[in-house]
């Protein structure tokens, strides 16, 4: 069939029907999951995306550092959010539209190189694939890093075909996008300007061809490299990620599927975290990109140390590439799947996909060679992928291009009746072997791996406040694994929620005695303490854990806390411990309000509005390098920074009128009061600015405006008693 004939088969009825009804599936999915509990328990990179793509939307168009991730994703994220705004539903739409997309490319790939009966096949196995109706739900890079390899690859078949310049450099500028939402993409890069190369035509056609692709993709990459140069001083071609990820799977303690780093860091790592490591043995400041640099020798340096091990390890990790076990850091997918029929009973796993496709890839080895450069590029991704660690949503761009190669190999069978053939001998051999090889679990998978989802659960429904089920679920992490980091903390802190102190003080101390060298076990304690009047034994907790991470911000929060509950100390010593706290933490704006809170009820009046006037001129850190971003609590979104900032100028204003600048109070009581309508004490404030400036009139106006919102507030309602006497 020629070029033309291909291109128009998405136009065909059939085509367009499979494309129908995977939109019909996932509407389903999407309508049943907005059902589930878990519809709202975002991932930590879900929170990272949703949050990043949310400060974009708010006017950071350029950021403050250097890409940790890539950035396409979150720009795609964060226009829908401008256009649409950023409710769960709308978010996981964009990602639906994302997935039939995917479905459509994996027709029209399946359509140019077999025929419309494949193409239909591969549609309707992709539109049922539970692994991708799964993660085109999710707020995640991986569905689009799919489909833009999809395209790329339809469109270097049209290269194929064509043989032109405009198609090698459009094939370019595909990569490139797909290499600015994940930089794997790169790999493809010198593969495909190979077998351009390595085509036929005229030697100088397909030098300029090689040319115009490489031009191509990195048209979009340079800009991207400028903007970290420009913003961070610092030379990364994409995103910094790529070194401590390197680590993560090649170091003594690496299972090949976990996202951990060795002890004390363990499962709840942090990039402050492996940017403090880094700088103390450097001994010097580093940019995120020398970061990178330096975890990425550290791996390296392991693996040339321990070659043996490092070996072991990574076929470790190629059969994990290849098992029928799917494997998720942040949620248990069993679980879930468990609660959803259309996935629970879906009879198609990868490892049914990747027999059929091992099939299909060596028929076409014989039959079809240009169908079978979609296996030569499934090896490469397990290749690439397995120097890193495993993970069900890596492997997403190898699930189209395997569906289309197990269609290819259902229709050989059906329509040349190759069964009988001596090739179909061989394909139907190498299928009954990949299956082998990923149902049979010949590793077991690391303890750790089946119970992360479920304490990720757990600290879901104690972020809900459910602290009941919280501690049901953490007791059962427990009870698969009583020695998984941060499982003893949940239960803990549920207790302590619930008023158990004792309960929830067994569980901090088995955490600390577990796990000594992290610092999460102390903070809780000092909390504990601190709850409990016993100051000497939070100090004690409290020193510890800054001993151990002394940027924590949660540990100087109760520093502070803790100062400000001593009534003997020094204003002297207090302003010293406001400094410190302040300096280990980058002047952490939430930790600078805490710190004005502290001063102001020292009675510290200057060292007050010192703080204040720095909290409303400092920026948030930036998003890209911001551990907050993770966390579903993150203080920056919009709404949330809006808020910090109605804070600082609702206690500026209270501390410029105890001052007696009264015109200074009005103007950030006023502030206070259009960022936050909804506070009562800004209108206090304001009111009072009002009155004693004599401006009764003004108080009085904004006073009616204040009860009418507040009706039954007592100051208010005081203030109304003195103004109309």
Not at 410 to 417: A, G, K, Q, Y
Not at 474 to 486: C, E, I, K, M, N
Not at 530 to 559: G, S
Not at 670 to 678: F, I, K
Request: net charge neutral.
């Amino acid at each position: 069939m020629n070029s033309v004939g291909r291109e128009s088969g998405i136009r065909d009825f059939s085509l367009i029907a499979v494309v129908a009804f995977a939109l019909a599936v996932r509407l389903g999915y999407l309508l049943y999951y907005s059902s589930l509990p878990e519809w709202g328990q975002l991932t930590v990179d879900n929170y990272y995306h949703l949050h990043w793509a949310q400060r974009i939307a708010d006017g950071d168009l350029i950021g403050g550092t250097t890409y940790f991730r890539a950035p396409l994703y979150v720009w795609c994220l964060s226009l829908v959010i401008t256009l649409l705004g950023d409710s769960l539903w709308i978010l996981r739409l964009f990602g639906l539209i994302v997935g039939i997309s995917s479905v459509a490319m994996t027709c029209l790939i399946a359509r140019r190189l077999f025929d419309k009966k494949a193409a239909v096949i591969a549609g309707v196995i992709h539109a049922l694939f539970p692994m991708a109706i799964y993660f085109d739900g999710e707020l995640l890079l991986d569905p689009l890093f799919t489909l833009l390899i999809q395209i790329a690859v339809y469109r270097f078949l049209i290269w194929q075909d064509t043989q032109t310049g405009r198609n090698a450099l459009l094939c370019g500028v595909i990569l490139g996008l797909a290499s600015i939402t994940r930089p794997t993409a790169l790999l493809f890069v010198p593969a495909a300007i190979g077998l351009i190369l390595q085509g036929t035509g005229i030697w100088n056609s397909r030098i300029r061809h090689a040319a115009l692709f490489a031009l191509g993709a990195f048209l979009l990459i340079v800009p991207v490299t400028l903007r970290n140069i420009v913003v961070a001083g610092d030379p990364v071609l994409i995103a910094s990620q790529g070194g401590i990820n390197m680590y993560i799977g090649n170091n003594p303690h690496a299972d090949g599927i976990s996202a951990v780093l060795p002890q004390p860091f363990g499962h709840n790592w942090q990039m402050a975290d492996v940017a403090y490591v880094a700088e103390i043995k450097e001994g010097r400041e580093l940019r995120p990109g020398e970061v990178s640099d330096y975890w990425s020798r550290q791996a390296i340096k392991w693996m040339t140390d321990h070659p043996v091990d490092a070996l072991a390890l990574y076929l470790r990790k190629l059969y994990f590439s290849i098992s029928n076990r799917e494997i998720s850091n942040n949620r248990d997918i069993d679980a879930f799947f468990g609660q959803v029929s259309l996935l629970r009973y879906n009879p198609l796993t990868f490892g049914v996909i990747l027999a059929l496709g091992a099939a299909g890839f060596l028929i076409s080895l014989r039959t079809n060679p240009r169908a079978a450069l979609l296996g030569w590029s499934i090896l490469l991704f397990i290749l690439a992928n397995s120097t890193f660690f495993v993970n069900s949503r890596f492997r997403l761009p190898e699930i189209p291009l395997l569906i289309i190669l197990s269609a290819g190999a259902i229709r050989w069978f059906i329509t040349e009746r190759g069964y009988g053939a001596r090739t179909g001998h061989f394909a139907i051999a190498l299928a009954v072997v990949m299956a082998l090889l990923s149902y049979v679990p010949v590793l077991r998978f690391p303890q750790g791996a089946n119970v992360a989802g479920l304490a990720a659960r757990a600290n879901f429904l104690y972020g809900q406040g459910d602290y009941r089920n919280s501690i049901a679920v953490g007791r059962q992490v427990l009870a698969l694994d009583s020695t998984f980091p941060d499982a003893n903390l949940t239960v803990g802190a549920s207790y302590f929620r619930l008023g158990v102190g004792d309960s929830a003080r067994h569980f901090f101390e088995r955490e600390k005695a577990l796990h000594p060298g992290r610092p999460k076990a102390y903070v809780n304690l000092a909390s504990y303490y601190l709850i409990n009047q016993d100051q000497a034994r939070a100090f004690e907790q409290l020193n510890r854990a800054l001993l151990l991470r002394p940027y924590d911000q949660m540990a100087n929060t109760l520093l502070l806390r803790l100062v400000s509950a001593d009534s003997g100390a020094a204003a002297q010593d207090v302003s010293a411990t406001i400094d410190g706290a302040l300096e280990r933490t980058d002047s952490n704006l939430t930790l600078i309000l805490d710190a004005a809170k502290v001063a102001t009820e020292r009675r510290m009046i200057s060292k007050a509005e010192s703080l204040l006037v720095t909290a409303l001129e400092i920026a948030p850190p930036p998003v890209e390098s911001d551990d907050a971003a993770f966390e579903p609590t993150y203080p920056f979104t919009p709404d949330r920074s809006n808020r910090l900032r109605a804070e600082a100028h609702f206690l500026l204003g209270y501390q410029y009128g105890v001052s007696g600048r009264f015109a200074e109070s009005i103007v950030h009581s006023r502030a206070a009061v259009h960022r936050e309508p909804d506070r009562a004490e800004a209108y206090v404030n304001l009111i009072s600015g009002f009155v004693s400036m004599g401006n009764l009139r003004s108080a009085d106006s904004v006073l009616q405006c204040a009860l009418q919102k507040f009706p039954t507030d007592p100051q208010l309602r005081q203030i109304a008693e003195r103004l109309h006497q």
